[in-house]
């Protein structure tokens, strides 16, 4: 084997073992430059009830509610992706009266982004988000007691670009993110809307 071909293959081998360390998380590298943009559709569909109720009522636990909620706005949420969490928070040690709402992302469809030093592709995702709550609200004499039942699917997608060595547990880790970010203020923005 001629000397030329052995600094080739050697640089291949480093270029390669490089790349596999990358790619398993063991080393990271980050000298990407990236840009991802996103738009969401939206078919909302939320059921409301309201009666007046009395005090008794709600003091022998006959209605299924969380007394800490006096409007859809103390709702904790969170939105969960691939081990990437976002919601309301507490302090240490605090617990929340009333059990927060989850929304669970499995699966994100996307295009080739396993090259390993340019990635563009699409991707797209739908977010399932069902749930039902209940609040009361004190209305004059009378409490009000409100259930709210959510129906909504959301569909996210969009399109990815990231130039420079990046791998693809780092560019889905990026997508998950956006995903998060983006039904946590999409849903968080609708309960808020609520009275």
Known sequence: MSRRRKKLLILLI?????TVIRETGTFSMSFFSSSISNMS??????ITDARDVSLQEIKNKNLKTCTA??????VPIFVTCMGYTIGQVRKDG??????????????????????????????SCNVP???????????GNKIKYCTYQFNV???????LR???PCSYRTAKEMLAK?????????VRGKLDELE
């Not at 909620?69 to 103390?74: A, G, L, Q, T």
């Not at 929304?103 to 592709?121: A, R, S, V």
């Open 94 to 123: 605090e617990i929340y009266e009333c059990s927060p709402k989850r929304i669970e992302i499995d699966h994100i469809d996307t295009g080739p982004i396993w090259m390993p030093l340019f990635k563009y592709g699409s991707y």
């Open 162 to 164: 990231i130039i420079g």
């Open 178 to 186: 956006q995903i998060v970010n983006s039904a946590y203020s999409t």
């Open 129 to 139: 988000v069902h749930f039902v709550f209940s609040i009361c609200r004190k209305n």
């Open 69 to 74: 909620f006096s409007s859809p706005k103390d």
């Open 153 to 159: 699917n959301l569909n996210i997608s969009g399109t």
């Open 14 to 18: 480093i270029f390669l073992g490089i």
């Open 41 to 46: 559709s939206e078919n909302w569909n939320i």
